[in-house]
T-cell receptor, first 114, second 120 residues
Framework: RKEVEQDPGPFNVPEGATVAFNCTYS??????FFWYRQDCRKEPKLLMS???SGNEDGRFTAQLNRASQYISLLIRDSKLSDSATYLC???????????????FGQGTILTVHP | DADVTQTPRNRITKTGKRIMLECSQT?????MYWYRQDPGLGLRLIYY???????NKGEISDGYSVSRQAQAKFSLSLESAIPNQTALYFC???????????????????FGEGSRLTVL
């Protein structure tokens, strides 16, 4: 089983749609979680961190379910500009050190069409 | 100008050649990383460095070496390139993620624009 797994998609949705991505992780000791966005042929950039209580940033909502070991990203009112690959990233702090092993999922491709 | 700069951006080379990818940053971060990205596999860590005197292997270090020449510079070398090293390579930097259980910052990774390497 991969440490971090995402449905690669692609997800093709019309503008205005709501779309949700899930990401599962295998290491129950994982401490922190992130969603990154990567545009075609570009570098990944942080979209949002995922907090235990869930967090929202405009049209984007991230949630964490520690019991089931998954995180989710919900995008409401999709825009054409949301078309990108969304990467789930999990940081497993090891041995109490301040560095954790950052593991990337393979990414979920989203295409928003008119 | 980009905070994390990679050179070259694109390179085509032949099997057996030595290749160096260079990364420099102006963010003042101590931590630097080299990742490679392959379709369907996500980003995988090759090497990382917490400061000039600290170099650590990542999950796929075989066939690669690195040098941390200064806080701002971290280079990746392929001593004898082979075709399965064809990939998109990213350099990244970060600040400290957590300190003594207190959230110092997010530990966000800042990536360079990538170096596309093709080994024939």
């Amino acid at each position: 089983r991969k440490e971090v797994e995402q449905d690669p998609g692609p997800f093709n949705v019309p503008e205005g749609a709501t779309v949700a991505f899930n990401c599962t992780y295998s290491n129950s000791a994982s401490q922190s979680f992130f969603w990154y966005r990567q545009d075609c042929r570009k570098e990944p950039k942080l979209l949002m961190s995922v907090y235990s209580s869930g967090n929202e940033d405009g049209r984007f909502t991230a949630q964490l379910n520690r019991a089931s070991q998954y995180i989710s990203l919900l995008i409401r009112d999709s825009k054409l500009s949301d078309s990108a690959t969304y990467l789930c990233v999990v940081n497993s702090n090891a041995g109490g050190t301040s560095y954790g092993k950052l593991t990337f999922g393979q990414g979920t491709i989203l295409t928003v069409h008119p | 100008d980009a905070d994390v700069t990679q050179t070259p951006r694109n390179r085509i080379t032949k099997t057996g050649k030595r290749i160096m990818l260079e990364c420099s940053q102006t963010k003042g971060h101590d931590r630097m990383y080299w990742y490679r990205q392959d379709p369907g596999l996500g980003l995988r860590l090759i090497y990382y460095s917490f400061d000039v005197k600290d170099i650590n292997k990542g999950e796929i270090s075989d066939g690669y070496s690195v040098s941390r020449q200064a806080q701002a510079k971290f280079s990746l070398s392929l001593e004898s390139a082979i075709p399965n090293q064809t990939a998109l390579y990213f350099c990244a930097t970060s600040d400290l993620p957590w300190t003594s259980g207190i959230r110092a910052n997010t530990g966000e990774l800042f990536f360079g624009e990538g170096s596309r390497l093709t080994v024939l």
